[in-house]
């Protein structure tokens, strides 16, 4: 009988820091050995000339999440995850949403009961909250942390969901109590809304109005706020979806202080620009998100940014609409306003792909650093280091098996998600997987699912890498 | 008969750029010659050794502004410009409160009528609105404009004054249409709520709870989040009594971006510190003011940006309470919590004597810089020069004769004001105003009133220099 | 007979602070009067609809100097002053140049004597130090301070005058020692001499790589040098003719760490490119001045630089050569390379008009600021205020009276130097001076020379208003 | 026969970004093996409860490097790689000093035989440049680099070191040629002389005139310098030994602008300061070092910028001097001034336990930072990565196992160094080395040497990791 369930010969393995050629020993669903020439595996898996790398995990994930207008997520946890793994993750984190007026903890259970034996790779939760009630913040929040949900993301703009700055620093104000780790979406709601007035009363409704209505002042300014309550309260802060470089400036401004501020930014950010809201009328709503794509100058203070260490993490921020869909991106009412479309794009397939060939392939980035900001640092920050994030002793054989060379061409066909289009349509890759296992098993296979819904685990998180011990 | 009403000899006139030993020449209230031996005058007075310099104007001032709390000010028009004129001023700019739910233009003809027949010298008002109705913001606005009020203020702070960000931006919006300034009060409502609620739960509940309850991060938020509107909205944004270095930074950083964005600070916030809050236990509400002071590196920051011209004025905020009164410092709950202590301190008639003395005494500003500071950028700012502001051909003889070397110790008694107490008690100044001419007629000689109520008149007030024709 | 020698009647006149119609009386060559209607002069003249503000001083002017390649200035103390007198000036300092070897004091006799009775408006002398031997610092430098000249300046590069690091710290050790302004023109010899090796080697010899060889950042850290050495030996530091942003960066960086650092800068960084160096092939030499010209981004942020005040003074650096000459920028060598061509371009006529219609009528600045920085800080920061600079009773009557709607296209053809081409052909400006007056007496009218050589004389400077008294 | 030579069981295997327990197999002086339980070997460590980390590398030593003032280092290859093993290291990178009028190749083979046949453990050189003629930059430089010499310091300051600024630039196009990487000793030689001569005839000449004659003004000066140079000539450049909060302030901007600036600090940035020069009137010389000890707000300066990843490395800037000797602190002169007390202190063995109970135990930085600062960004910041500086497959087995709990005092009786003292007395620590391995052999134990001279091998180095291919 084989010492090992599955070996991975031969490839050069790649963690936030080394990178080696050796075997890999898989027993169990975890790695067991990392060695020059190891012993048998039951399964052998040839890795000459492919990078053995971390399964990414996707911190920064929309799955199945309730809305209040009528429209509807296009992925749910089957189909999110399914995606993701195609996309060489071997994790999400979605979002679990109390819708106000809702119980914190049903809220929770309720996503739970979504996920539970739908999803392909593993899976973790954030709690949001938009009802911050005395129940949900002294009595449900400490049970939820308990219970493995260790961050708490809340918004600072979107109706029904903006908290206002007492509910802000109250928000805080428990998360230290826990020791959760606070995620903050940074736009101030109140200027959004006047714009949007504003554009309206002059006609310029189409989806161009969505970047325009919101430009990057409303996001630095909610990013200066947010960092401020963090300071008062005493509480690391992540700030999420980073689009440019004024709020780059905050982040680094606040580092500079000494105060324990982090952010992430994510593939649109790199690629896309404002001017793909209005470049085809009708189709600019396909890339309706907040914060919008700014222009090229952005994209390039982000690359610099990534590149020298200023954000933590890379997501997807994955929020599908489907485009020719009345309860996607046609909502009733989007082709009067920009303001009834739909908030989001997809993502969770290509964040891996587009991060490694214009970063790593096109030399941004290293090897190094595109672990790190896919897979190493979101285990640590999200509670979940060392069991997810790394090749290493005892670690979840969490990998994905990359092909450098690959060249891929994105296109809505070959993507596994539900939803209709991609907003890279087009974009030509040099890199991609071609083998992702979680847990030791085979989940996807060049670009195609090979798993099945329900292996995937809910994974209980532990308390952040960026929250001190008090 | 004298050729002029009256004449200043050889005094060294001082104005904003230029200093030179010259006689004033009077005439219908105006001044109608400078010269080096210039004719005759009714009234001659000697200024040999002594400065003749415009008088001082303090375009931030509350007089008889209403409260909510049942606390009432000391001052009103008559004390106020009274103890304004003996310290050496010749115009004050007081504010005109909109209560909430009140009629903006009400609120205005209220003030105009609690001033009239009153002043003792000179007199504008602002208008503060705390409640932007479409009637305060359409209708009223552009009729109070049209009645020589161009400037309009607005609290991020205070209950029942404080505007959301929604409403400040209206607010901008409309002072932007009809040419007004727009000044502000940047302080964290909320957080400041907050950080109350949590000292009064820890028990620190005493004056010094004042300070702690709004640290400067409360101020540089707000000053930041103001400043981001105004950059939204296009307008230049005037910030009233910045207290420190973190506030200065914000206002630097923009000016530096290209922001139209001017400021101010007061004497308090270079004399006194938080610790003047508790170092007497019972007395400590005698400093309680918004921003309170801070410590003795924010002073220095603030006198660092005096001198390289950051701020476009300096202001008393007089804004005095009786402190042994129940209507004053002593109010009902003051005991119990700092957060019912009426906030404000006296400071109209100190303010010039404590710069000339700290500034221009002790070097670290320049006599032009002092008449800059203190009245020639108010006039230019709030619309009123060439009348007033200056010494210049034309310009109304609003004169304050200074003896730089005269030694004053202030104290209580010696004040004009009807408050019981001064902040300052007890230093000593070099230089001090020893004739005051409002129109060419005397009203404070040595440092006692020599006019009488009722001579002061309204100035209708036109654009601000900073605010672009458009 | 006339109570006035000259009344100047109904004009606006505008200080560094204030606008106010009047008339000026003059007598003995001085300003006696400002008054709504004063008495007669012996000469009246009407400035109805004009603006009559302090005439130009123009602190940076080369006339008339020694060069070591045997080039030749067009201009000499004649010729310069006339064209300067038209431009609208009252007055230059150019520089007496110390050559390396010669006796300091006998340089400054020199100038002196090229000087005298050559000068059509008054002028005054800064001191270049070369060599700066124990006899030009300990003995020398004394003297010539006590004889009037109160400012020196370094090179940081040239061949021949560029000095060392141990030079500039003892420089800086002498002149804090008798009280002297120190000035410095910031480039980095070393590295430009590199530079420029590195661009013949590459056959990049044309006019073009004047610029190509000294990028701003030779400039940049030339700046941060010698701010850093004005640092360690506690003394103020008069940065000269800076072209952009990178250097500005470093003057505010200091300004705002409480160092004593002032800068100017010239038409030539607000209006040329270094584009014009190689648009014109053949002519890209009349262009050819260090620091070379940028780009636009430059030119904005040096426009933004002035209106918020960054600079104290605006200044022409006239250093002019004629095209067409071989002792001019045809000089032996300069087809080959751009290294032999003379540096500098003329400027002292059309710096007052430049600024005035880029500047003022287009709105970037005020009258006022125009004032300042032309006039009255000149004469504050050089040791000749009240003096000189403004117009104020007792001040010498240097007037000129401007008409702001007066259009000029600028042509060599108009000009007075001794020049053969301006930089700024074809520029149609608004606003030009119309009559000129020194000391009461006109020396230029409608642009043309209107008073003779030998008016003008040596005016004795006292202590710079940048400089302590220690 | 055992399967692997070494087996060190079930420590806390640390990378820079990975922590595990695990068991570690070494063959042939390189891991081979990790795993959960791995097979025998012929030598068994057990590391329950022990960290094993990769051994220290001290990427700045001075051994045995000529002088030119008649002082004598205190440690040859020998005892300066002894003493660095017992403190955790298992290699040096020396510096291989030209003096000036020498050879660059001869001076490189003359270190080579210094150290052939001494080491404890495995060095490399890094060359140090202080004739950079043609020879030496055309000739000798690439040859030494095809050697394994691939990185290139050049001094700022040191009678007979100091480049000029033509020389910095000429070395950095020829390490640019070569694709060496460029290190700077940034201080400004010229200021640091006219500061000594003034503290000279200010009679302020002991020890702690030292530091007086070195403000960190000269530093911060001499990196703009660097940086600018490097930005010219487009080569990364690594500033050495950085002393505090202005330089970092410098480094960071240049990071900002997107420039490949990069940095180390040492032991006595971090626990020393100028105060230690003259507490102790006559040990002062013992702290004698360049640059030198700031205060306590640079030490903060330096933790946080360590802490926010601004550092790349940490080293010891070993440059040990005898106390008592007069070929040491005691070298003529010494006594009259301290321009003469040889620059330089011990450190190489207190490095590594200074920061670990500082850093790591003290909660400063992460056990994952201190692998990185210490020893992986070394090795691929210098070109030896992956033979060197982590624990992966393949690596060369340089281990430290070290036992976090345990408390040392530092005293120079427990040091191993040549030296007479240690600017550390006293110091107490929490953490220390008790095995060291270089390739798989035992060097060091509980720190004391257990090997022997001659063992360490030179490493011939590739091209550093900042170095671009071009």
């Not at 847990?439 to 960026?466: H, I, M, N, T």
């Given at each position: 009988m084989a010492f090992f369930d599955t070996v991975i010969r031969n490839g050069t393995v790649v963690t936030a820091s080394d990178t080696m050629v050796c075997d890999v020993g898989i027993k169990n669903g975890r790695i067991v050995a990392l060695g020059e020439h190891i012993e048998?595996?039951?399964?052998?898996?040839?890795?000459?000339?492919?990078?053995?790398?971390p399964g990414g995990i996707d911190s920064h994930v929309h799955l199945e999440q309730p809305t209040s207008d009528g429209s509807v997520m296009a992925d749910d946890f089957e189909s999110g995850t399914r995606s993701a793994a195609c996309g060489g993750n071997t994790m999400v984190i979605p979002f679990s949403l109390q819708e106000r007026g809702e119980s914190l903890l049903n809220s929770v259970q309720e996503h739970h009961d979504r996920a539970s034996g739908k999803c392909h790779i593993d899976y973790a939760l954030h709690a949001i909250i938009t009802d911050p009630s005395e129940q949900a913040l002294v009595k449900d929040l400490p049970e939820i942390v308990k219970g493995g949900i260790t961050s708490v993301k809340i918004f600072m703009?979107?109706?029904?969901?903006?908290?206002?700055?007492?509910?802000?620093?109250?928000?805080?104000?428990?998360?230290?109590?826990?020791?959760?780790?606070?995620?903050?979406?940074?736009?101030?709601?109140?200027?959004?809304?006047?714009?949007?007035?504003?554009?309206?009363?002059?006609?310029?409704?189409?989806?161009r109005g969505h970047a325009d209505s919101r430009p990057i002042v409303v996001e630095r300014e909610a990013t200066h706020r947010a960092i401020s309550f963090a300071e008062l309260v005493d509480v690391p802060l992540f700030v999420v979806h980073v689009s440019g470089g004024d709020v780059i400036e905050q982040i680094e401004w606040a580092k500079r202080r000494g105060l324990p501020i982090y952010a992430e930014t994510c593939p649109q950010y790199l690629t896309l620009t404002a001017d793909d809201?209005?470049?085809?009328?009708?189709?600019?709503?396909?890339?309706?998100?907040?914060p919008p794509p700014r222009d090229v100058a952005n994209q390039e203070a982000c690359w610099d940014a990534l590149a020298r260490g200023v954000f933590s993490t890379f997501t997807s921020d994955?929020?599908?609409?489907?485009?020719?869909?009345?309860?996607?991106?046609?909502?009733?009412?989007?082709?009067?306003?920009?303001?009834?479309?739909?908030?989001?794009?997809?993502?969770?397939?290509?964040?891996?792909?587009?991060?490694?060939?214009?970063?790593?392939s096109e030399g941004r980035i290293t090897l190094n650093d595109f672990v790190a900001l896919t897979a190493t640092n979101h285990a640590k920050i999200y509670g979940m280091?060392?069991?997810?994030?790394?090749?290493?002793?005892?670690?979840?054989?969490?990998?994905?098996?990359?092909?450098?060379?690959?060249?891929?061409?994105?296109?809505?066909?070959i993507l596994n998600?539900?939803?209709?289009?991609?907003?890279?349509?087009?974009?030509?890759?040099?890199?991609?997987?071609?083998?992702?296992?979680?847990?030791?098993?085979?989940?996807?296979?060049?670009?195609?699912?090979?798993?099945?819904?329900?292996?995937?685990?809910?994974?209980?998180?532990?308390?952040?890498?960026?929250?001190?011990?008090?």
């Open positions: 048998e595996g039951s399964t052998e898996i040839d890795a000459t000339d492919l990078l053995v790398l703009t979107y109706e029904n969901m903006a908290l206002n700055d007492a509910e802000i620093f109250r928000v805080m104000e428990a998360t230290r109590h826990v020791g959760a780790l606070t995620m903050v979406h940074a736009e101030n709601f109140d200027a959004i809304r006047q714009m949007t007035e504003r554009l309206e009363r002059a006609g310029h409704t189409g989806p809201l209005d470049s085809m009328p009708t189709e600019g709503a396909k890339y309706v998100c907040s994955h929020c599908p609409f489907v485009y020719a869909s009345d309860t996607g991106k046609q909502i009733k009412g989007a082709q009067e306003s920009f303001k009834y479309v739909p908030n989001g794009i997809p993502g969770v397939e290509t964040r891996l792909p587009i991060l490694f060939s214009k970063g790593v280091y060392p069991q997810k994030g790394s090749i290493a002793i005892g670690s979840d054989a969490d990998i994905a098996i990359w092909d450098p060379k690959k060249r891929v061409t994105l296109t809505q066909d998600h539900n939803c209709d289009y991609t907003p890279y349509e087009g974009m030509t890759l040099t890199g991609y997987p071609v083998v992702v296992m979680v847990r030791g098993r085979v989940v996807a296979k060049d670009g195609k699912p090979a798993g099945e819904p329900g292996y995937g685990e809910f994974v209980s998180r532990g308390r952040s890498s960026l929250v001190p011990d008090r």
